[in-house]
């Protein structure tokens, strides 16, 4: 029997069969959710990324705000010392969730985790006035990606933003992208980057948003690592 089928138990089906390894089994969270293991993951931009992602994080102590899917290191740590209200965490796997109570037991302000599937977020519309999404897209499907657009866009009030620290579109001009050897070991270990690199995530959102009466505001982004990777701040009309 495939390893991966052990890993399924109500899980999104890519994420047991291509992404067990890195998510669900056991020691591989405990392996990943090292500073240096984590950080080599991103070329060393960890860091980097989470500083020009914090700015971003909302300052009004009555807006509530989501984590959209849990993440190894400390960005979930530090995004909680920013907001005394306390935040929400959902994520498909209990014990990533587990983890991320674990790393935060010792702030006072709350960490709310549910287990949910970013697909299908059983949030009222217009629940948060904040999401903040770090490194999941480019892990889903076209279509699970479209659907998590969808909850986002269902789930953000008018006057609300989108935080996305994500891959970049295509970086057809950098290095890790042009040499074969480079971009086909990516494209093994992450095997939805390609499609994401092509996915025009500000029309999905639009689209998304329309349906629920809302349209996109101002985009404000940063690249990183030569504009392999991005940090965007969607404001919701
Ligand atoms: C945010 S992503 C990648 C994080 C990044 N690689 C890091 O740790 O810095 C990883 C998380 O997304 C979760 N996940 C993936 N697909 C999901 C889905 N459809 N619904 C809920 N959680 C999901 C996984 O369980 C995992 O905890």
Redesign the pocket.
Known sequence: MAIYRRFQDGM?WY?ARY?WWA??WDKSIWF?DHQPI?NA?LFGN?RKLQAMTLPHVTTNPMHQVLQL?????ELTGKLLERLPQGMFI????VD?LKLALRKTANRPNPLHATR????SLSYADNSFDQIIV???FH??PHD?RER?IAEIARTLRPGGSLILTEYAPLPEKHLLYRFPLTRWIISRLEPFLPDFWRHNVRASLEHSLQQHGKSLGAEIHADCFASFYRVTSFTIK
């Open positions: 999104p994420l992404y998510y669900l990943f984590i993951i960890y899917t849990c993440v190894y290191g959902a994520d498909a796997c990533q949910l599937n970013a697909e770090f490194f999941l892990e889903m699970a998590c």
